[in-house]
């Protein structure tokens, strides 16, 4: 699976940003999808997950109710709308894919249980 982020770009605090993930490759709906991020300095970290078939999503505390993911399994592409950003959502976003057919999403997916990465997009929210 190859993977591809984009939609990343410059916005002041409390703007909105939408990035998307493009997949080829493999039937991408046997493929849990994930949003993970990289600030500065610190751990690359879990943002959001959605299953395979789009049933299940999770998010990890600190972007619940300010950011959206979803999936297009028709056009191989996964999105995160991310609402109401703050400057310590500054950084390197990414997309992975992990191997889960028929399986629900219910909790952060493990960064490194993930079978494919894509390249990430710089997210950058200025005060």
């Known amino acids: 699976v190859q993977l591809q982020a984009s939609g990343g770009g410059l916005v002041q605090a409390g703007g909105s940003l939408r990035l998307s993930c493009a997949a080829s490759g493999r039937t991408f709906s046997n493929y849990a999808m994930g949003w993970f991020r990289q600030a500065p300095g610190q751990e690359r970290e879990f943002v959001a997950a959605i299953s395979g078939r789009g049933a299940g999503t999770y998010y990890t505390d600190s972007v619940k109710g300010r950011f959206t993911i979803s999936r297009d399994n028709a056009e191989n592409m996964v999105y995160l709308q991310m609402n109401t950003l703050k400057p310590e959502d500054t950084a390197v976003y990414c997309c992975?894919?992990?191997?889960?057919?028929?399986?629900?999403?219910?909790?952060?997916?493990?960064?490194?249980?993930?079978?494919?990465w894509g390249k990430g997009t710089l997210v950058t929210v200025s005060s």
């Open positions: 992975a894919a992990v191997f889960a057919p028929f399986t629900a999403v219910t909790g952060p997916l493990q960064k490194d249980g993930m079978d494919y």
